[in-house]
């Protein structure tokens, strides 16, 4: 709202831009060395008419696929929001079909009327899961919405959630009772316009709810299916998927090594024989064959040598190779499968330290030591056996000659310190941890016992100044680290991967979209036994390549704004991206950006929080939704659904590390000098930890001096000065792995 009202001055101009504004230079133009042409009017008009006609084409080639008698199919779902309405009723009005629908169930119709092929979707109303298989797959979602009862949160509006989190085509809502329930026509336009005020909130942009009572907007409704072009997901679209119209095992060999086939019309952008494909809740298969049915002939595509395998690992190398590149297994695309280890089966290869140590330090005393302590440090002596000029060497012994234990302190000025009592000692620890409960202000926070060795207890913590950057290795020796870690899925750029692989899918594409094809799986004979195409659909996605690998996963996690429970870190749950569906234990951290890719990990996942879950599974190439469910515990396989997010990347070099937060009592304050009580209870502690920074919650810093007595009291010096309510802390840090994941089954 501030005007200027001295459009002469010089806002802020420096001398070299006065300078050059009134010597009369000339500034050099950005752009390139073709000059721009300038369009004319009709060359204007000529260009908007080309690039109209272009994408009117490109709309008349995709809405051919469905144009006809012998079109491809749409695939409507029909989904009821509130219990009182049963999907075979609004199936029954909206189509007029002289047979009954049934629930669940999935019929091919023909509309003469508008020349239209149709194939209707009744889903499981009970099971939450099976509604989203089938939106999943949808070009339509009908809605019933009903006039008479309320859309409730545990039940519709769950639903319309999940549904929204996981990408939803074209939708339209109707209204099977509005009429009959409100005979009055006032009362039915009250009540259809709150109905739209309520689906306006989910999906903004559908202006119309559609009365099926009333024949004329049943009609319409039926001619909105028909004809109008549904909208895509981009997830879905960006790789070829098919909703089988039979599924039956191949005749032309034995049941042992026989086939099973899928005959359905290609979605997406296509098939290849090469690519492996997945069937959600029992896996990734290869493919056999591909025979595209014409009506003159029948042609085949075969898999060549450069088929994908079904390896979700890279094989253990026996003989492991000595030289400094780690990464030497490296393709054009950017993919890394590396199987080296660092060390031995017998621990007798240690990791190279990149930093010397002070002498008389052990090696596990060598991960807390911070890097800016030792670069001031005068005695410090290397763990490799390199040639050391002999001045400095007798320059360092000097120093050495004249250390102490301990360096001088302020001790003198303040009181002698005396023991208490042991009994003392307890009284007023209980009694300071019972007020430090009611107000505890660090959420790592970690209270050892008196009897406790911090030394043992914290043995595979280290100590960090700052997480955003220190330096990490993502391969360290670790004993807690997975088994299978080094032949995990290796990306170096995964954005360019991902580009790639989705334009190499595009190109490679041997059947397009709308191709009646049958597929045959290298599938066992006990899947036939489970699936049944007219009770719900069976759908096969195809994989892009590298898509079965395992890798170190990452999805962004936000709970729903109805759940309200706090999710602990490893606890199972129900992870749907893509089209795979998976239980993970993953390791929640935070989302921040540092650039050594070092991230503290959470131990809850709080509501309204977004984190960044952590798991072993299978890589995806899209930048789909990502939805979470938790299983209820009860036999019917049912789940709650709990958050959403997306899926990020595949990044194996994420560390996520665990923070161990020990805190003190000050008991005397002389100056900068503390005397802290509370964080150890002994002196070897104290040794064990002295060279990790201190922190206060007022912000001040400090390290530890010396030790005092027996109990685990010690004196530290600061930066500035302590008031009697600040409470000292020392934080330390692990490393902590992600959990494999299995894939996700009724069963489990």
């Known amino acids: 709202m501030k005007n200027d009202h001295k459009p002469f001055k010089s806002k802020h101009a420096t001398k070299g831009q006065l300078k050059n504004m009134y010597k009369g230079k000339v500034e050099k133009s950005v752009g390139g060395s073709k000059a721009v042409k300038v369009l004319g009017k009709v060359e204007r008009k000529n260009l908007a008419k080309q690039l109209k006609e272009n994408k009117i084409l490109d709309t008349k080639l995709a809405r051919k696929v469905f144009e006809g008698t012998h079109g491809a199919e749409k695939i409507v779902t029909i989904i009821s929001l509130t219990p009182d309405l049963d999907i075979a009723d609004i199936a029954n009005q909206l189509f007029k079909s002289d047979e009954l629908y049934e629930v669940p169930s999935v019929r091919s119709i023909k509309v ?102 009333n024949d004329s907007e049943c009609a319409n409704c039926l001619r909105t299916l028909c004809q109008k072009f549904p909208k895509s997901i981009n997830w879905r679209d960006s790789r070829g998927y098919l909703v089988a119209d039979s599924a039956y095992w191949s005749q032309d060999s034995p049941q042992e090594v026989g086939s099973l086939v899928v005959e359905g019309t290609v979605r997406g952008v296509g098939f290849n024989s090469n690519r492996l494909v997945h069937v959600p809740g029992y896996g990734d298969f290869q493919i056999e064959k591909i025979e595209k049915v014409a009506r003159s002939d029948v042609e085949t595509y075969t898999p060549d040598e450069s088929q994908d395998t079904l390896e979700e690992l890279k094989p253990e190398e026996v003989e492991m190779e000595d030289d400094d590149d780690f990464y030497n297994d490296e393709d054009d695309l950017g993919v890394r499968m590396d199987g080296r280890t660092y060390f031995d089966d017998d621990g007798s290869r240690k990791p190279v330290r990149t930093h010397k140590l002070p002498r008389g330090t052990s090696d596990y005393q060598g991960r807390w030591l911070v890097e800016d302590v030792l670069e001031d440090a005068s005695d410090l002596e290397s763990d490799e056996e390199e040639p050391v000029d002999i001045a400095m060497e007798d320059d360092v012994m000097n120093i050495d000659a004249t250390a102490t234990d301990y360096a001088p302190t302020e001790a003198g000025q303040t009181e002698m310190h005396v023991d208490l009592s042991p009994e003392e000692e307890a009284r007023q620890l209980a009694e300071f941890r019972q007020l430090e409960k009611d107000d505890r202000e660090f959420p790592d926070e970690l209270e050892l ?19 955003s950057n220190c330096d990490w290795d993502c391969d360290e020796y670790d004993i807690e680290a997975p088994s299978i870690w080094s032949r995990l899925l290796r990306i170096s750029n995964y954005k360019a991967t991902r580009n790639k692989l989705n334009k190499d899918t595009i190109k490679e594409a041997q059947v397009n979209i709308g191709t009646k094809v ?11 036994e489970r699936i049944n195409c007219q009770a719900q659909p069976f759908t096969i996605y195809e994989l892009l390549k590298h898509e079965h690998k395992l890798g170190v996963c990452n999805f962004s996690y936000e709970s729903w704004e109805d759940f309200e429970e706090t999710i602990p870190s490893r606890e199972s749950i129900v992870v749907q991206y893509g089209p795979r569906r998976q239980v993970i234990q993953p390791v929640f951290n935070q989302a921040s950006n540092n650039s050594n890719n070092v991230h503290k990990s959470e131990n809850f996942a709080r509501p ?9 599974a299978p890589v995806l190439f899209n930048n789909a ?23 990020l990347n595949c990044d194996h070099s994420r560390i996520l590390t665990q923070r161990a937060v020990l805190t003190g009592h000050p008991v005397k304050i002389h100056k900068r000098v503390v005397t802290v009580r509370y964080m150890f209870f002994n002196a070897e502690d104290i ?47 692990k490393r902590v792995w992600p959990e494999l994941s299995t894939i996700w089954t009724e069963e489990s």
């Open 625 to 647: 939704p990502v939805i979470y469910f938790r299983t209820n515990g009860s036999s019917d396989g049912n789940v709650e659904f709990i958050g959403q997010g997306t899926f």
């Open 449 to 467: 016992l008196p009897n406790e060795s911090g030394k043992e207890r914290l043995d595979n913590f280290r100590g960090i100044k700052s997480l």
């Open 112 to 213: 003469d009327r508008f020349k239209s092929n149709l194939k209707i979707i009744l889903p499981n109303q009970n099971s939450i899961l099976a509604i989203l298989d089938a939106a999943k797959v949808s070009d339509f979602v009908v809605f019933g919405i009903s006039a008479t009862s309320e859309v409730e949160k545990d039940y519709g509006e769950q639903i319309l959630r999940a549904l929204t989190a996981q990408g939803i085509a074209s939708v339209i809502g109707v209204l099977p009772n509005v009429v009959s329930a409100y005979p009055k026509r006032n009362l039915q336009l009250d009540i259809r316009q709150s109905l739209q005020s309520f689906f306006n909130h989910f999906f903004p942009n559908e202006e119309k709810l559609f009365a099926l009572e």
């Open 687 to 733: 040794n064990w930890f002295k060279a990790i920074p201190l922190f206060t919650k007022s912000g001040r810093s400090g390290f530890i001096k010396e030790s005092l007595g027996t109990h685990g009291y010690f004196k530290a010096n600061f930066d500035g000065k302590l008031t009697s309510q600040d409470t000292v802390a020392m934080s330390m840090y």
């Open 518 to 528: 049958k597929i045959f799986l290298r599938a066992p004979a006990l899947l036939l």
């Open 608 to 616: 309204g929080d977004t984190v960044i879950a952590t798991a072993i």
